[in-house]
């Protein structure tokens, strides 16, 4: 594959920084950009999918969307990655509680994925490949989360490729007796590429909606622990 690709515009490696922050939506990754950084430039806008760079605090950042799902993020990841010399993806998302002790807004970091997705089925021949995150990464999202005040929790989560999914009720028991924390829809494909790759990638998401107890935020309320999400993935984002 050379540059540009069929999904991003940008015509030199030169024009992303080497480590990307990803949300979902991509008119959040403008409103990051216009919000936390400096002398930005728009890199992309291939199917709505914003990207931009700019500078944090004198350090060089890229922000862009990743849509929602493995299929559609994958894609991102993979390109990002592969083609355009990226070293580190941030996915800043929204997750579904899956255990009463986790309120809304509180902020999850992934520190495994299990996934519905056959990304890596049969891959592995016997095995079940365990997508993680990097682990320097990890540490020093969680600890600064905690400097910051912000209620955080490390540990699993479950990267599905539905949203509307009928699971189960007593798989999603046992995922929660497991202690799964979450519920989200990238994080494994996100680790299964950088794994591949050999590249740096970690994934956490606030809280916007409880499988527990059912209760949802609206966009608008959610956005202060967002923001919160946002200003620690750029505080640890490696220069
Ligand atoms: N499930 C999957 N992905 C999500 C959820 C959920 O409940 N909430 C936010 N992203």
Do not use: W
């Amino acid at each position: 594959m050379t540059i540009p690709t069929p999904h991003i515009e940008a015509k030199s490696p030169d024009e992303i920084a080497n480590t990307v922050l990803m949300p979902g939506d991509p008119l959040r990754a403008k409103f990051i950009a216009e919000t936390y950084l400096d002398d930005v430039r728009q890199f992309n806008q291939v199917r709505g999918m914003l990207g931009f760079t700019g500078f944090y605090k004198g350090k060089r950042v890229s922000v862009m969307g990743s849509g929602m799902g493995i299929p559609s993020s994958s894609i991102y990841f993979h390109e990002l990655f592969a083609f355009y010399e990226v070293g580190t993806i941030i996915r800043i998302g929204t997750s579904g509680a899956m255990q009463p002790y986790i309120a809304l807004r509180d902020l999850v970091i992934a520190t495994a994925s299990n996934t519905d997705s056959n990304i890596n089925s049969g891959l592995f021949g016997p095995y079940t490949f365990c997508p993680t995150p990097d682990f320097e990464l990890l540490m020093q999202a969680y600890n600064r989360a905690k400097e910051m005040g912000i209620r955080v929790h490390a540990g699993t989560v479950c990267c599905s490729d539905l949203f509307y999914r009928e699971l189960d009720p007593r798989v999603t028991e046992r995922l929660q007796q497991y202690g799964a924390l979450a519920a989200e829809m990238e994080s494994a494909g996100l680790y299964m590429i950088a794994r591949k790759l050999g590249k740096r990638a970690l994934a956490m998401f606030t809280v916007s909606d409880s499988l527990v107890t059912k209760e949802a935020e609206s966009p608008q309320a959610r956005q202060e622990a967002y923001r919160q999400m946002m200003e620690l993935a750029l505080e640890i984002a490696p220069a």
